[in-house]
């Protein structure tokens, strides 16, 4: 077997290398979790690649091997992923629909299945045991969320995950997370696991009282805080409602509403920005759902910011990344961060990662999860 591309340093020292088995036609990736192999054919894009075997990171101890393992490079197995899922889904339950949380605190828009990305939003925004962290998520990626999920099992007080509207089933089968589980699973055992835990995220987060935070933004069917507190969340994204707007609305330059071009939710202006915020004795609404070039944006008289999270989106639109950390005043501070991976052609990255402290490390990995389109 020749190898197209020397082994790779990963986060941690996981070994990783993509081979050309010659004699059988195949692409073929080696990795600490497993060996995943094209079938013979022709190489159109990564997220047709039809995997035969994947074996999976054998079962740890808990969730701190399981964080050690993601880190790593090893998805979870199946059934370290049903046990996370139903762990969370229990802590969960017991939180509010506005989960409080108190500073100091690392607010983090959409992250896009952009896991070494995500690595490097930890390091950017601190250990998760100094800071508490509110993810305004749209994970969409087996590793990322995988991570997300277990860092809550792990620090249920540190972390709040946010419903984002591709937290659900229908755009899930849509944009590529149910084919990812089959792919690395070989069923689709693990999507509905994950898709179940969607049912139970919070819907909003609201810090020290005075910073609301939501996936998309506001709706005309909602005044208070209150009205958000008795929304039945345990169940698919409407395709309509409240539920449905505060998934799906995004800020524009007008007063009050207008129907929205995405087809659902609304777009929402200053005037009824600012009327919430009084109302509710809100400073700032965060929100995530749009890509911002520059990492982060405010408006309406700095009432509203749009916090984005995933670097260089799609690998191909340039963009900075952001996070947003308050102090224990409320004082603000957006770290930005740059990409670590670039695409090389649809089969490749080139990533940067981090052995823990400064040493940039340059990589050679085989992306196949690479979304192109």
């Known amino acids: 077997m020749q190898c197209v591309n020397p082994p790779v340093l990963l986060v941690g020292g996981d070994l990783k290398a993509r081979c050309l088995s010659r004699s059988e036609g195949r692409v073929v990736e080696v990795t600490s979790s497993g060996v995943y192999c094209q079938k013979e054919g022709s190489m159109t894009s990564v997220s047709d690649v039809a995997l035969e075997e994947v074996k999976p990171a054998s079962s740890g101890s808990g969730p701190d091997q399981w964080i050690e393992n993601l ?4 998805v979870l197995s199946e059934l370290e992923l049903k046990q996370v899922c139903e762990m969370v889904k229990l802590l969960l339950i017991e939180e509010s ?9 690392t607010v983090c828009g959409d992250i896009h299945g952009q896991f070494f990305d995500l690595l490097e939003l930890f390091r950017c925004g601190g250990d998760i045991q100094d800071t508490n962290y509110v993810f305004m998520v749209r994970a969409a990626g ?13 620090y249920p007080d540190r972390i709040t995950l946010l419903r984002g509207n591709h937290e659900c089933r229908q755009i899930t089968q849509v944009y ?20 179940d835990v969607f049912d139970y995220l919070n819907l909003a987060a609201i810090i020290d009282g005075r910073v609301l935070c939501v996936h998309g933004g506001l ?5 208070t805080l209150d009205q958000i507190r008795t929304i039945e969340r345990q169940q698919e994204i ?10 799906w609305s995004d800020p524009e330059d007008i007063e009050t509403w207008a129907m929205s071009p995405r087809g ?15 109302i509710n004795g809100l400073d700032l609404i965060c929100r995530a759902h749009q890509l911002v070039q520059e990492g982060y944006k405010y408006m309406f008289d700095n009432s509203l910011v749009t916090v984005w999270s995933a670097p260089n989106y799609c690998y191909r639109c340039g963009n900075v990344a952001a996070i947003l950390s308050f102090d224990e005043n409320l004082e603000r501070d957006f770290k930005l961060f740059r990409e670590l991976c670039y695409v090389v052609n649809e089969y490749e990255l080139i990533c940067t990662t981090y052995d823990g402290g400064e040493r940039g490390v340059t990589c050679t990995t085989w992306g196949s999860d690479i979304q192109l389109a």
């Open 71 to 74: 880190r790593n490079g090893k």
């Open 238 to 247: 409407p395709h309509e409602g409240s539920f449905c707007d505060l998934m």
């Open 264 to 278: 659902a939710g609304y777009l929402f202006g200053a005037k009824v920005t600012q009327e919430f915020n009084q």
């Open 176 to 195: 590529g997370f149910y084919e990812e589980c089959v792919r690395k699973y070989g069923n689709a055992n693990p999507w509905k696991y994950c898709t």
């Open 219 to 223: 709706s005309p069917e909602l005044r």
């Open 97 to 105: 629909n506005v989960q409080p949380v108190s500073s100091p605190v």
């Open 142 to 154: 087996v590793e990322t969320f995988e991570l997300l999920l277990c860092l809550k099992a792990r």
